[in-house]
């Protein structure tokens, strides 16, 4: 029996498991569509993120917990450049900004945004 390739269609991407694969293994589309989910998880949770209730190690616990996993399901098989990975470093900065709130700058009493290595202190 001989089976006729062209009655096969060529699928160019498809979604498996949450991951969304390509034929051409094309990553930048795959962080994409991991960051809307992470971002989605991110909104619905920017009020508990940003309470005053709650303990900054508290929220850190939530962010790493139900945050992060959404962001990095399936990272195992992403072999990222820098700009994949920045993509990814600003969404963690963005969320921790919200996480550690705004600093104020003792000398001139300002509010201001905390920086990249400040976080990275935090």
Same mark, same amino acid.
């Given at each position: 029996? /001989?089976? &006729?390739?062209?009655? %096969?269609?060529?699928?160019?991407?498809?979604?498996?498991?949450? =991951?969304? #694969?390509? +034929?051409?293994? %094309?990553?930048? !589309?795959?962080i =994409?569509?991991?960051?809307?989910?992470?971002?989605?998880?991110?909104?619905?949770?920017? +009020?508990?993120l940003?309470?005053?209730l709650?303990?900054?190690? #508290?929220? @850190? !616990? @939530?962010? $790493?917990? @139900?945050? #992060?996993?959404?962001?990095?399901?399936?990272?195992?098989?992403?072999?990222?450049?820098?700009?994949?990975? /920045?993509?990814? $470093?600003? %969404?963690? +900065?963005m969320?921790? /900004?919200? @996480?550690?709130?705004?600093?104020?700058? *003792?000398?001139?009493? *300002?509010?201001?945004?905390?920086?990249?290595?400040?976080?990275? &202190?935090?």
């Open positions: 029996m /001989r089976i &006729d390739n062209s009655t %096969f269609e060529r699928v160019e991407e498809f979604k498996y498991l949450g =991951k969304t #694969l390509t +034929n051409q293994n %094309f990553i930048p !589309k795959e =994409k569509s991991r960051l809307r989910p992470g971002n989605a998880c991110h909104h619905s949770m920017k +009020n508990l940003s309470s005053r709650l303990s900054k190690n #508290l929220k @850190i !616990k @939530i962010y $790493r917990t @139900i945050i #992060l996993p959404v962001v990095l399901y399936g990272c195992e098989t992403w072999s990222l450049t820098l700009r994949e990975e /920045r993509k990814v $470093r600003v %969404f963690e +900065n969320v921790l /900004r919200r @996480i550690f709130g705004p600093r104020r700058d *003792e000398v001139m009493g *300002e509010w201001g945004r905390l920086q990249n290595e400040e976080l990275n &202190d935090l």
